[in-house]
Antibody
């Protein structure tokens, strides 16, 4: 079955960097677009970024554009989120999610359990 | 950026009652509107995609309507496991946005 396992979260000081990983299994990773979605404590969902199945296209929410970079290694079945210049408002649980259908950009369907990032001095 | 506004923020109902949740988009999103359910401590679950299509395994008591700018999620008869937070989400111009959520709580 489809499994997505995030890692790399933790406590980081404002202005520092952190890289999240998402290990995928149970499906052909290289055939699906992948998303990062975050949720601040007690708040709603906020989409962060998407990457095409082959890595050819990447799109970001305005709130993270220029600071975060989504990438993937299809040989390792792993999705990444490089987060630079972190701010207190980036504190959230970060979920990776697989597209519902293979090929083009569509809805997040399978989700991991999330990893908590806390930005605090 | 397309903004999604959900109403009401909270819906207090009893099991067996009908729930009607609203999602309004700041501009037309065609049928590219989805609904998710989230329970405490869990990841979201996709219920409805493309405004009115139930995702795999979703019970028939969940239905969605659209398209355009005004969308509705209806739960025909609430089961105990349906009390949760519901989010709408749109995808257009290669970007996604979520609404602020509606909490369906037990009255």
């Amino acid at each position: 079955q489809v499994q997505l396992v995030e890692s790399g979260g933790g406590v980081v000081q404002p202005g520092r960097s952190l890289r999240l990983s998402c290990a995928a299994s149970g499906f052909t990773f290289s055939s699906y677009g992948m998303h990062w979605v975050r949720q601040a404590p007690g708040k709603g969902l906020e989409w962060v970024a998407v990457i095409w199945y082959d890595g050819s296209n990447k799109y970001y929410a305005d709130s993270v554009k220029g600071r975060f970079t989504i990438s993937r290694d299809n040989s390792k079945n792993t999705l990444y989120l490089q987060m630079n210049s972190l701010r207190a408002e980036d504190t959230a649980v970060y979920y990776c999610a697989r597209d519902q259908w293979f090929g083009e950009f569509n809805n997040p369907y399978y989700w991991g359990q999330g990893t908590l990032v806390t930005v605090s001095s | 950026e397309i903004v999604l506004t959900q109403s009401p923020a909270t819906l207090s109902l009893s099991p067996g009652e009908r729930a009607t949740l609203s999602c309004r988009a700041s501009q037309g999103v065609s049928s590219y509107l989805a609904w998710y359910q989230q329970k405490p401590g869990q990841a979201p679950r996709l219920l409805i995609y493309d405004a009115s299509n139930r995702a795999t395994g979703i019970p028939a008591r969940f239905s969605g309507s659209g398209p355009g700018t005004d969308f509705t999620l209806t739960i025909s008869s609430l089961e105990p496991e349906d009390f949760a937070v519901y989010y709408c989400q749109q995808r257009s111009n290669w970007l996604l946005t979520f609404g602020g959520g509606t909490k369906v709580e037990i009255k």
